[in-house]
């Protein structure tokens, strides 16, 4: 028996891939273990979305420089298709380099490990394939991930995802909604479309539906309870969205748009191709829709030449929107992007004060936003237990954590209503999550 060890790093279209890599393994007769000390095949799916993130895998290779022998040794997803062959030369235990754009060719990369070939590459970008594959093991019985779109077409100055993921590859919209359907047989009811820029899908068969459409067919899908969608550009973000949203209790109301800054000067040297006033618009629309959608976003702060008013302008502009949450980040510099030719760093130092600031005034926001849903009754999927406060752990639609007590508790017979959706009462709020009670 052939065995394999994977570790994965970065966002969820990355969880998926790793999703879609076991599977492709254990079709081929591998099968996987909780360490890396034993397994024979062991691969980090990497991230380098920040310096920080690309650091890690380094560690952990340099962590396997003695203890390597009779291993092979893999790096997979944006590490891999960013550095390429020189992580050879940086870590000659390495045997497996290979990008996402070039999964689809996993089953022969293994055939040449199998075979003693010590440097196997997928480098390629150069695809108008997807990833799809029958054999995705899913980690969670309930929710499940679907890849709608890969690569972006954008250039946003700071953005190594463009050289990491390459060009834009939309599925059809049958061979998604297949999966939809297919799913909701096999009893999920929370389906996550993924892509690094979801809205500008485009169905490449004759039908060329765009998102919005899309988003409505899994919605309609019997048996599903919940469609959530991640990451959205606002370029591309189109009201359809919203109506669509609104029509159907089924589509979550939650929209992530990442607005990354609230200066129109700082988002033109970023190259994101709209203006804040471009963005406000979008707001308003979500703003004035008959459901109540929750509004959340990443920002990066100390993009070259951030100039304190453009800084205070984001601070501003979080006042403006009430975020219900947001992902902030302290600008990385990053290979191959457009920003690393700008002038006028930011020191260390003054993005970590400027971090600061924006997270406690977001904190303040969340209080505030979170404290207007107590008496609320939100409908809650369950998704654990927590043994030490005595509360089942929720999540609601607008992806707020609710944690609820209830006279069920689980027992070792495997009592459980986890994955079950109830109504819960919000009695409390804090910062991160709200408590509750269930209705009976
Ligand atoms: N430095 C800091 N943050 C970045 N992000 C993307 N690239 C960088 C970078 N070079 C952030 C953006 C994006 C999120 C996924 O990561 O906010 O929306
Ligand atoms: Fe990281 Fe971006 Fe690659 Fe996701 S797509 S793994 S966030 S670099």
């Given at each position: 028996?052939?065995?394999?060890?994977?570790?994965?790093?970065?966002c969820?279209?990355?969880?998926?891939?790793?999703?879609?890599?076991?599977?492709?393994?254990?079709?081929?007769g591998?099968s996987?273990?909780?360490t890396?000390?034993?397994?024979?095949?062991v691969l980090?799916n990497?991230?380098?979305?920040?310096d920080?993130?690309e650091?890690k895998v380094?560690?952990?290779?340099?962590?396997?420089k003695?203890?390597?022998?009779?291993?092979?040794?893999g790096?997979?997803?944006?590490?891999?298709?960013q550095?390429?062959e020189?992580i050879f030369?940086?870590?000659?235990?390495?045997s497996?380099?290979a990008?996402?754009?070039?999964?689809?060719?996993?089953?022969?990369?293994?055939?040449?490990?199998?075979?003693g070939?010590?440097r196997?590459?997928?480098?390629?970008?150069?695809?108008?394939?997807?990833?799809?594959?029958?054999?995705?093991?899913?980690?969670?019985p309930?929710?499940?991930?679907?890849t709608?779109?890969?690569?972006?077409?954008?250039?946003?100055?700071?953005?190594?995802v463009?050289?990491?993921?390459?060009?834009e590859?939309?599925?059809?919209?049958?061979?998604v909604?297949?999966?939809?359907r297919?799913?909701?047989?096999?009893?999920?009811?929370e389906?996550q479309?993924?892509?690094?820029?979801v809205?500008?899908?485009?169905d490449?068969?004759e039908r060329?539906?765009?998102?919005?459409r899309?988003?409505r067919?899994?919605?309609e899908?019997?048996?599903i309870?919940?469609?959530?969608?991640?990451?959205?550009?606002?370029?591309?973000?189109?009201?359809d969205?919203?109506?669509a949203?609104?029509?159907n209790?089924?589509?979550?109301?939650h929209?992530?748009?990442?607005?990354?800054?609230?200066?129109?000067?700082?988002l033109?040297r970023?190259?994101?191709l709209?203006?804040?006033?471009e963005?406000?618009?979008r707001?308003?629309?979500?703003?004035?829709?008959?459901?109540n959608?929750?509004?959340?976003?990443?920002?990066?702060?100390?993009?070259?030449g951030?100039?304190e008013?453009?800084?205070?302008?984001?601070?501003?502009?979080?006042?403006e929107?009430g975020?219900?949450?947001?992902?902030?980040?302290k600008?990385?510099?990053?290979?191959?992007?457009?920003?690393?030719?700008?002038?006028?760093?930011?020191s260390?130092?003054?993005?970590?004060?400027r971090?600061?600031?924006?997270?406690?005034?977001?904190?303040a926001?969340?209080?505030?936003?979170?404290?207007?849903?107590?008496?609320?009754?939100?409908?809650?999927m369950?998704?654990?237990?927590?043994h030490?406060?005595g509360?089942?752990?929720?999540?609601?639609?607008q992806n707020?954590?609710l944690?609820?007590?209830?006279?069920v508790?689980p027992t070792?017979?495997?009592q459980?209503?986890?994955?079950?959706?109830?109504?819960?009462r919000?009695t409390?709020?804090?910062?991160?999550?709200?408590a509750?009670?269930?209705?009976l």
């Amino acid at each position: 028996m052939k065995t394999f060890y994977i570790e994965t790093f970065g966002c969820q279209m990355n969880v998926h891939d790793s999703e879609k890599v076991i599977g492709t393994l254990l079709a081929q007769g591998y099968s996987q273990v909780e360490t890396p000390e034993d397994a024979e095949l062991v691969l980090y799916n990497t991230c380098s979305i920040r310096d920080k993130a690309e650091q890690k895998v380094f560690h952990r290779l340099d962590q396997f420089k003695r203890h390597h022998e009779g291993k092979v040794i893999g790096v997979l997803g944006c590490v891999a298709q960013q550095e390429g062959e020189h992580i050879f030369e940086r870590a000659p235990h390495v045997s497996l380099v290979a990008g996402s754009a070039s999964y689809t060719k996993l089953p022969e990369m293994l055939v040449q490990l199998e075979a003693g070939n010590r440097r196997v590459t997928g480098l390629s970008l150069d695809t108008d394939a997807t990833f799809d594959t029958p054999y995705t093991r899913r980690d969670n019985p309930h929710r499940a991930y679907i890849t709608i779109i890969e690569g972006c077409d954008k250039s946003c100055a700071y953005c190594v995802v463009p050289f990491t993921r390459g060009p834009e590859r939309s599925r059809t919209s049958e061979s998604v909604l297949d999966e939809a359907r297919g799913l909701a047989a096999q009893g999920y009811t929370e389906i996550q479309l993924l892509g690094q820029n979801v809205n500008s899908y485009r169905d490449p068969s004759e039908r060329g539906w765009d998102f919005a459409r899309l988003l409505r067919a899994v919605g309609e899908i019997d048996g599903i309870r919940r469609v959530r969608f991640t990451t959205s550009h606002p370029r591309d973000f189109v009201k359809d969205i919203i109506d669509a949203i609104d029509e159907n209790p089924a589509l979550c109301n939650h929209v992530h748009l990442p607005v990354q800054s609230g200066s129109s000067a700082v988002l033109e040297r970023m190259q994101r191709l709209y203006t804040r006033g471009e963005y406000m618009r979008r707001i308003e629309w979500i703003k004035n829709a008959k459901r109540n959608i929750a509004l959340t976003t990443d920002i990066i702060v100390g993009f070259p030449g951030e100039t304190e008013a453009e800084f205070q302008e984001t601070l501003d502009l979080l006042d403006e929107v009430g975020y219900d949450s947001l992902f902030s980040f302290k600008y990385s510099r990053r290979p191959n992007t457009a920003a690393l030719a700008l002038a006028d760093q930011v020191s260390e130092e003054e993005k970590g004060r400027r971090l600061t600031v924006l997270q406690e005034r977001q904190r303040a926001i969340q209080i505030r936003r979170n404290a207007e849903l107590v008496g609320a009754i939100e409908d809650t999927m369950v998704e654990g237990y927590n043994h030490a406060t005595g509360q089942w752990i929720g999540r609601t639609s607008q992806n707020r954590t609710l944690n609820f007590t209830h006279a069920v508790v689980p027992t070792p017979n495997g009592q459980t209503l986890v994955g079950g959706y109830l109504p819960v009462r919000v009695t409390r709020a804090g910062p991160n999550s709200l408590a509750g009670e269930v209705v009976l």
